[in-house]
């Protein structure tokens, strides 16, 4: 289904008559629709790297996968947000908006990953590598979380923006 380009004010000028910055509700669906199937995928095709699809039962595998997928929505959801918020401007019209909003929303979600990579394996064991997971020196974490933040946003800010760039 196609949408018209709708925008949503994110910030009012007061007085001076500039245009405000607005916000394309059709670049987030864009991107939303990459982002949502592409973590779902990349869960259950990295899910080999994790004991739990050796040790667990299918309903186990189904749930964590499910489950994992329900984080990355919220986490891609929230970096984007906070992303749009602290840089957004004009976003996606703007190059150089598009361009902060897709740096901080990347460093977001990858910081994010270490972090929880770290809290969840080392600290709660509440899920374990196998062997065959490649781990970043210095940090410690999974290169395939990793490269999951890095590349599904780089595919849904490239999607959400495709109508937007103008032709030169």
């Given at each position: 289904m196609?949408?018209a380009?709708?925008?949503?004010p994110?910030s009012?000028?007061?007085?001076?008559?500039?245009?405000?910055?607005?916000?394309?509700?059709?670049?987030?669906?864009?991107?939303?629709?990459?982002?949502i199937?592409a973590?779902?995928?990349?869960?259950?095709?990295?899910m080999?790297?994790?004991?739990?699809?050796?040790?667990?039962?299918?309903?186990?595998?189904l749930?964590?996968?499910?489950?994992?997928?329900?984080?990355?929505?919220l986490?891609?959801?929230?970096?984007?947000?906070?992303?749009?918020?602290?840089?957004?401007?004009?976003?996606?019209?703007?190059?150089?908006?598009?361009?902060?909003?897709?740096?901080?929303?990347l460093?977001?979600?990858?910081g994010?990953?270490?972090f929880s990579?770290?809290?969840?394996?080392?600290?709660?064991?509440?899920?374990?590598?196998?062997?065959?997971?490649?781990i970043?020196?210095l940090?410690?974490t999974?290169?395939s979380?990793?490269l999951?933040?890095?590349?599904?946003?780089?595919?849904?800010f490239w999607?959400?923006?495709?109508p937007?760039?103008?032709?030169?």
């Open positions: 196609a949408y380009d709708e925008r949503l994110i009012q000028t007061r007085g001076s008559g500039a245009e405000r910055p607005m916000l394309s509700l059709d670049a987030l669906r864009r991107y939303l629709a990459i982002v199937p973590h779902l995928a990349w869960e259950f095709a990295h080999p790297l994790y004991t739990i699809w050796h040790e667990g039962t299918v309903g186990e595998i749930f964590a996968g499910l489950h994992c997928t329900g984080g990355d929505i986490i891609a959801l929230s970096t984007l947000v906070g992303s749009l918020l602290l840089v957004g401007g004009n976003w996606p019209v703007d190059r150089a908006a598009a361009r902060w909003v897709a740096i901080v929303t460093l977001a979600g990858i994010y990953t270490i990579e770290w809290l969840n394996v080392e600290v709660r064991e509440a899920w374990a590598y196998t062997a065959r997971m490649p970043l020196p940090v410690g999974g290169l979380p990793v999951q933040w890095l590349i599904i946003p780089l595919l849904g999607w959400a923006i495709k937007f760039r103008k032709e030169a």
